[in-house]
């Protein structure tokens, strides 16, 4: 890994934690107990989410986006006033626990990347559009919450992803320069913060990338 490297950021979600599956069963289980329609309603809502048969389509909401931005889609979608953001944010986090045996690492070697930079005095953060709860619980479960000298999530009072809110923070909170750092990411959301804040972006397609990532 490059000497001048000072910083690293990750995504969650298709980064360190494989999750397609997981968070196809969450949603789909949420919005069906969330809203009150009928089952045909039900799969075209999936659809506008991404949420096909059988996954998650790449990039979409469902994907990157919050918890938040999925209840202001349903809200779009529906053509009747729906319940407030909390009782969805509570179904989300129920299926959470419900599914977790779905989480996965990307990697097995996802611990031991991030002790090899953390002894390289490398800061980490970690920037996802999930909620804390979620994010917290997920972390703990894979024994790498305590890695990460940063943590920024989707329902902080700091403006979520692809705004760059917490890399600022992050980067004022270790008086980091982005031209010494990288942003780790499988998504549209991740390379346009990447950009915007100027530094470096590497793209997870699969756990042969953090291998890769591993051995620069």
């Avoid at 970690?126 to 920024?152: C, H, M, P, W």
Wanted: net charge negative.
């Amino acid at each position: 890994m490059s000497k001048q490297l000072k910083g690293v950021i990750f995504d969650k979600d298709g980064t360190l934690l494989e999750v397609e599956q997981f968070w196809h069963a969450v949603y789909q289980y949420a919005i069906s107990e969330f809203l009150d329609t009928n089952s045909d309603q039900i799969i075209k809502i999936f659809k506008k989410i991404g949420i096909n048969e059988t996954g998650l389509s790449s990039n979409s909401l469902a994907v990157m986006g919050s918890v938040k931005e999925i209840w202001l889609e349903l809200k779009a979608l529906m053509d009747v006033p729906i319940r407030p953001l909390a009782i969805f944010e509570d179904l989300v986090r129920e299926g959470v626990y419900q599914f977790v045996s779905l989480v996965s690492l990307m990697s097995p070697i996802v611990p031991e990347l991030l002790n090899t930079f953390k002894n390289q005095g490398v800061y980490l953060a970690l920037i996802t559009t999930d909620s804390r709860a979620n994010t917290e619980y997920l972390l703990k479960v894979f024994e790498i919450y305590n890695q990460f000298d940063y943590i920024g999530c989707g329902d902080d009072p700091l403006n979520p992803k692809p705004a760059i809110d917490h890399g600022l923070a992050f980067v004022d909170k270790f008086q980091l320069v982005t031209h010494e750092m990288k942003m780790v990411g499988d998504s549209v959301y991740d390379s346009i913060f990447a950009e915007r804040l100027n530094m470096g972006f590497i793209e997870i397609r699969n756990g042969d990338d953090l291998e890769k990532l591993r051995n620069q």
